[in-house]
């Protein structure tokens, strides 16, 4: 196998859109209120890990600018790249979180703002597992999606061939739960990414806390 092939489809995907992505996504209201909504639940300097950080902006950089310390993990190095040239205040790694070692307890917050839709269920669901085992007790974990009940399903994105996996919300909570945290808010709507070759599509944030003890902890 070659070293193309062993990429994750996500790399490939992610290093072609780039600097479009961040534009088609930058008129998400909402997902700035959920930045906001995790801002006002933050103490001062916290250690946050955003997952899928692609090009640093809104989050890491909206979270940097409140003076917390953020680390992105993010699969594709077009993104790690623009993110790094775009928010020098924080430390971006490029990596399949999968592979990323993390300490137990080692963060106060953690984002996932549409980042596994390219995993199968069972991996979606290890990783939020092992993020919960990553946060503090008590920590924040922010969760975003697009809520469908699909599996596998080939389809067309931003002019990219992508095959997304994703939860039904319910199911989506259901996971959570059962990684160890408690779902404290909740928004749903339909945004329009802006893009020519964009359909509205359903968002979900979840933002979650973790309980006092995570599952498998």
Do not use: N, W
Not at 163 to 168: E, L, Y
Request: contains cysteine; negative net charge.
């Amino acid at each position: 196998m070659t070293d193309e092939q062993q990429r994750p489809r996500a790399a490939a995907v992610f290093d072609a859109l780039g600097a479009d992505y961040e534009k088609a996504f930058a008129g998400s209201a909402a997902h700035r209120r959920s930045l906001e909504r995790l801002l006002g639940r933050l103490a001062p300097g916290s250690r946050v890990l955003d997952v899928g950080s692609g090009t640093g902006r809104p989050t890491a950089e909206t979270l940097a600018a409140a003076g917390h310390r953020v680390v992105g993990v993010d699969v594709s190095p077009v993104m790690v790249d623009l993110a790094a040239r775009q928010v020098p205040a924080v430390s971006f790694r490029c990596a399949d979180i999968r592979d990323v070692p993390l300490e137990d307890g080692s963060f106060d917050a953690v984002c996932v703002y549409f980042s596994l839709l390219q995993l199968d269920r069972r991996e979606q669901a290890d990783v939020v597992g092992r993020l919960v085992r990553a946060l503090a007790p008590g920590g924040h974990l922010v969760l975003a999606t697009v809520p469908l009940d699909v599996e596998g399903v080939d389809a067309i994105f931003m002019g990219q061939p992508v095959r997304v996996t994703s939860f039904a919300a319910p199911d989506l909570v259901a996971v959570a739960e059962a990684a160890g945290l408690e779902v404290v808010e909740r928004e749903e709507l339909l945004f329009t990414p802006a893009h020519p070759e964009a359909v509205p599509e359903p968002h979900l944030f979840l933002h979650c806390r973790r309980r006092d003890t995570a599952a498998g902890a």
